[in-house]
């Protein structure tokens, strides 16, 4: 009953335009069949389905065909979103290779791309984007494309803080010339349901334009005590002044309540491949059974324990609000000279605050960048593209997660097992922000005398840093066949980090740095003949860690940790570009190394090599459209070491039911660094295949799917747990009442498959927690244009 209201108002919106179209109907009987046919052909030609035609602006120049970038590129229109019912970043991998994921607490911020972490840009510029992926879910009710891009941003982005790859929103636009709006209602498997309505038309025409799009998200899960309600604002301004020039501007406001989703803890092999969950609360040396690091666990059985039964609590509290403003100004100075400037400002506030200790508090944070690009076009085979790009970003922010405790709670027994109340000796190693909830300070603190800090450290920070940038990339074509693309830029950093509540009496610790980082890369591409096209890429990318917000933190002697500037990251690739122009297909393949550092929750770096091939196909022509992809990844730690929140999660039991678990008795969590190898990177399967495909029956119904495979991969650094071979299928079928209005109906998961997938990036939880995908769920949709 409670969308009574909402159903109403846009059956309002829905009936009006059809009122209109009745009466223009009555008018065009004759023709009709014909007309139907006709559109039905052009509507699946129009879907922007296919990567053929695609064209990409920002990272490498303007209005460039797939053809002329030598990266392998994943191009997803609005519609292809939409066909393969795209709603989280972690969903790419549907059609773009080498993007699986882990679940990011249930709410992915970031990409993951090759293996590692990527970045999220809009318009081409980076967004806060949470630590590590923990952070904020993403909206695409401002997105009208997104760009998959493979390996380190290029140096026209500049320097950042993760180098798997990006993923760059293109914001919607507003119209100057049509009017045209969108109503969508839909409604899910328990309980979730989302209301969107879109429209833009000209003020002025054929000058200036404006649009809104809204949208409200109210859904429980499948999940115990998980729910996500949200609203975004999106609205937009495009002003063409005259034939030179054009200025968008947008702005987003976002707001969100969601949960923390940890999956299930306990991932033995038993309950990865059975379901089956041992028993028993973790007791703590002193006897007391609330969670907290070295307890240990005497099972008390074995049950199976229904994928629905998460790591969450009712009393958890967990939201944020965030709003965004972009421009982009282009203007052509001469036939020679282009200029282009892009403006960003970003403003966030969190707040999450868990039964189990950990607090996220993020106060302000606040991101400002401009850039300006100006190219020249010396000749008809020779430009250079110049750029200028001052970024600044303020975060204080509030953490606390050094005494969370996982491994020893049941989740089959009452919610108290899963609540940590800190004790007098846990509140004395941090600092109150306000009655019942303390955190960490963001400084490490001697009271004693003793000669060792008396205070457990997180990511608490006041901080500020400016990234001031200057960028040349010479695109040289030197014959028909050759095409060269080299490009420099450095960034130079100003950073300052305090304690924001340095504990009393004590002179709050802060610490500055400065910095130049560098970044460069070439590619060259050859035109075999005029279907094929090959290129080779190489770069070199010093990149930042990252901390909550984007900001920085100060280490246990209270400075900024110089490795914070010593990411090194570097790619090779080559590949093939297949785009006949007279035939429905696109194809491509690649072949990559990547190395790339991984900031550590200690603060270290591990180094992580990758190396692998991927392919994606695509076949678009009435009344059919097809798409593949295939992976395949070598991900390895490059001699360098890592860290677990355990080693293993037998050390969470002892060994008293040997027929249930062999338990060592360490404990858990208890934190394990392992030592230099070359072992291989938990958590990423080494190949995935994507298979998707869309029928026209008639003009009117058409019918399609999505599947995905992923090949079995080690949970666990040490292997001891591994997920399986999996697959999961997804199949639609969407039916045009009229030629404006249309319904969709989604069943996901049909097969009602039990995956699993990591609940983290980076592998640090993979021995404590794994995340149970979705089982059979389906959507509705209705959408009307007017």
Known sequence: MKYQYLALSLASILNAPLLVQAAQSATETNNEHIERIEVAGQVIKSQRLSLKDATIDGPFGDNLALQDIARSVTPISSELLAQLNITTLQDILAVSPNTYSASGFGAPSLPTIRGQLGELFQDGTRRQAGNNGFGVP???????????????????????????????????????????????????????????????????????????????????????????????????????????????????????????????????????????????????????????????????????????????????????????LHSIYKRQLSEQAALKNISYFQHLQREEIAQNSFVEIIDGADTAQNRTELSYQWTDSQQTLFAFDIRYNSVLGYSQFTTEADSPIDLTGPLENRRIALTDAQKQRLVALRPGVFVSPGGQYDLNNDGSGDFNLSDTTDSRSWQTGVAMQQDSQWSNELRTSIGYRIDYYDVTARDPIAPSGQVAAHDSINDALQSAQVSVNYTLNNDLTAYGAASYNEATANSMAGGTTLGGDNRINAQNFATENTLVEFGLKYTPSDSPWYADGAVFSQRRSLRNRDGSNSGIRTSGFESQLFYQAYPYWLSAGYSYIDARYDNSATGQDSAKIADAFDNSRPDIIAGTGVGAPSYTAFAPSRRQVQGIPEQTLSVNGNYAINSQWQAGFSSVYTKSYPLDFLATVYIRDQYTLNVNTRYAFTPTTTLRLDINNVTNQKNWRPVFEGGYFNATLAFPELPINAKLTLTHNF
Do not use: C, M
């Open 138 to 324: 993403l909206s695409f009710n401002a997105v009208e494309q997104l760009d998959v891009v493979k390996g380190a941003p290029p140096v026209l982005f500049g320097s950042s803080q993760r180098n798997g790859g990006f993923v760059n929103l293109h914001s919607k636009q507003a119209s100057t010339s049509q009017s045209k709006g969108k109503a969508r209602l839909s409604a899910g498997s328990w309980d979730q349901y989302t209301a969107q309505i879109d429209y833009t038309a000209p003020i002025i025409n054929d000058e200036l334009g404006f649009r809104i799009s809204y949208e409200h998200v109210d859904s429980n899960s499948y999940y115990d005590y998980t729910s996500t309600k949200s609203d975004s604002l999106f609205a937009a301004l495009q002003l063409v002044p005259d034939d030179k020039s054009s200025w968008n501007i947008n702005f987003e406001l976002f707001d969100i309540t969601f949960t923390d989703n940890a999956g299930i803890n306990r991932p033995t092999q038993a309950l990865i491949d059975s379901g089956l969950y041992i028993t028993g609360q973790g007791v703590q040396a002193n006897g007391s059974t609330v969670p907290a690091a070295g307890a240990i666990i005497s099972p008390t059985g074995q049950v199976k324990i229904d994928h629905s039964s998460v790591l969450t609590d009712p009393n958890n509290e967990n939201s944020a609000t965030t709003y965004l």
